[in-house]
């Protein structure tokens, strides 16, 4: 079956610095990645949806400009986190659709921001 | 080896009857179960969750699912399908070691009139 990797699975940063999650689909051309964070206990929660060489369309009170997409290719999408703080800690999902509709995803990546 | 089964990729039932999508784990440890609904060109929408507690858990929609420890198994049920219930439900458990999530392939669900 399709296969969606997420890199890194998990980091710690420092508090200020960015860091980047890349949402990869392995064997399968993904015309729209969604990326989504789930806070310890809490369900996913969405913030953008991205289709490959436009702008990504983010969820109400997601930050733009703290949480940059960009899907630059249709095996690649990535996240940076901006100028991250510890609030920013969380566990980052991202899924990808294929032409055919089908949706998987990626096994996630926890952030710790210290 | 951690996984989550679907064993159904697709369920139809008529409207008004009850549902069932099914969903079975293989996890080390206790494991947090969670349902998802994905509506045609959206993202996913949480359904609901099981953590501790009552084996039963309620949740959005008039959904519900049953943790049964012995077989491995968080059923989602519903007493009552809506033609607008038709989606793909995916089932979802959170490796504890590693807080990495496993997902089910999914299942769509078609009600019909």
């Known amino acids: ?114 | 080896a951690q996984s989550v089964a679907q064993p159904e990729d697709q369920v139809n039932v008529a409207e008004g009857n009850p549902l069932t999508v099914k969903c079975t784990y293989s996890v080390s440890g206790n494991p947090y179960l969670f349902w998802y609904v994905q509506y045609p060109n959206r993202g996913l929408q949480f359904l609901l969750k099981y953590i501790t507690g009552d084996n039963l858990v309620k949740g959005s929609y008039g959904f519900e699912a049953e943790f049964n420890k012995s077989q491995t198994s968080f059923h989602l049920k519903k007493p009552s399908a809506l033609v607008s219930d038709s989606a793909l439900y995916f089932c979802a458990v959170r490796d504890m070691s590693n807080y990495q999530l496993i997902w089910g392939a999914g299942t769509k669900l078609i009600i019909k009139p």
């Open chain 1, 1 to 114: 079956g399709a296969v969606v990797s997420q890199h890194p699975s998990w980091v710690i940063c420092k508090s200020g610095t960015s860091v980047k999650i890349e949402c990869r689909s392995l064997d399968f051309q993904a015309t729209t990645m969604f990326w989504y964070r789930q806070f310890p206990k809490q369900s996913l929660m969405l913030m953008a949806t991205s289709n490959e060489g436009s702008k990504a369309t983010y969820e109400q009170g997601v930050e733009k400009d703290k949480f940059l997409i960009n899907h630059a290719s249709l095996t690649l999408s990535t996240l940076t986190v901006t100028s991250a703080h510890p609030e920013d800690s969380s566990f980052y999902i991202c899924s990808a659709r294929g032409t055919g509709g089908e949706q998987y995803f990626g096994p996630g990546t926890r952030l710790t921001v210290t």
